[in-house]
T-cell receptor, first 116, second 110 residues
Framework: DTEVTQTPKHLVMGMTNKKSLKCEQHMGHRAMYWYKQKAKKPPELMFVYSYEKLSINESVPSRFSPECPNSSLLNLHLHALQPEDSALYLC???????????????FGPGTRLTVT | QKEVEQNSGPLSVPEGAIASLNCTYSDRGSQSFFWYRQYSGKSPELIMFIYSNGDKEDGRFTAQLNKASQYVSLLIRDSQPSDSATYLCAVNGDFNKFYFGSGTKLNVKP
């Protein structure tokens, strides 16, 4: 099973709202990712968690706040977003790279976010 | 900055033909290479991965890797209209980073 689930599928929020995106995987993967994808562009890395610790933050604005409550769950808390933050938000997971090794990354279905 | 380059297309092929998608990468230390298929409005789906030089076949898909030339390709045999999508090449980097090309849009015409 290579399933990563995300909720909600769609989200519309105002610029003053607070909302959260959720992601879950049960593949035993220890690395989890948030990506943002705009139309006709490749996924853009936002955050990486490795063994439940934040290992990469690609200089993402603080209005995006990630959280990894346990090895299966990943959240992205949203606050005071701008209309330009409207995009497809993708969660992904993989085995964690410990030194040398090969591993595949699997994406969830994404949350389509619209900021009004 | 590690780069992954793809021709943006669109690449148009008739149904039943072989579609050939190409990707080059800049980091000679890269070890893992991936092809994702993405339908419009959907998330990327992993369809092939390859780690060793040579060919890897899975059904109608063949991934080819040439590390000396820093080149990876995807061949789709007997192309079907349902193969019409954007194909993303990805290369693993350090510290759990994956680098994506900009994608090649494939159109398979009935």
């Amino acid at each position: 099973d290579t399933e990563v689930t995300q909720t909600p599928k769609h989200l519309v929020m105002g610029m003053t709202n607070k909302k959260s995106l959720k992601c879950e995987q049960h593949m035993g993967h220890r690395a989890m990712y948030w990506y943002k994808q705009k139309a006709k562009k490749p996924p853009e890395l936002m955050f990486v968690y490795s063994y439940e610790k934040l290992s990469i933050n690609e200089s993402v604005p603080s209005r995006f706040s990630p959280e990894c409550p346990n090895s299966s769950l990943l959240n992205l808390h949203l606050h005071a977003l701008q209309p330009e933050d409207s995009a497809l938000y993708l969660c992904a997971s993989s085995q964690d790279r410990l030194g040398e090794g090969y591993y595949e990354q699997y994406f969830g279905p994404g949350t389509r976010l619209t900021v009004t | 900055q590690k780069e992954v380059e793809q021709n943006s297309g669109p690449l148009s092929v008739p149904e039943g033909a072989i579609a050939s998608l190409n990707c080059t990468y800049s980091d000679r230390g890269s070890q893992s290479f991936f092809w994702y298929r993405q339908y419009s409005g959907k998330s990327p789906e992993l369809i092939m991965f390859i780690y060793s030089n040579g060919d890897k076949e899975d059904g109608r898909f063949t991934a080819q890797l040439n590390k000396a030339s820093q080149y990876v390709s995807l061949l789709i045999r007997d192309s079907q209209p349902s193969d019409s999508a954007t194909y993303l090449c990805a290369v693993n980097g350090d510290f759990n980073k994956f680098y994506f090309g900009s994608g090649t849009k494939l159109n398979v015409k009935p």
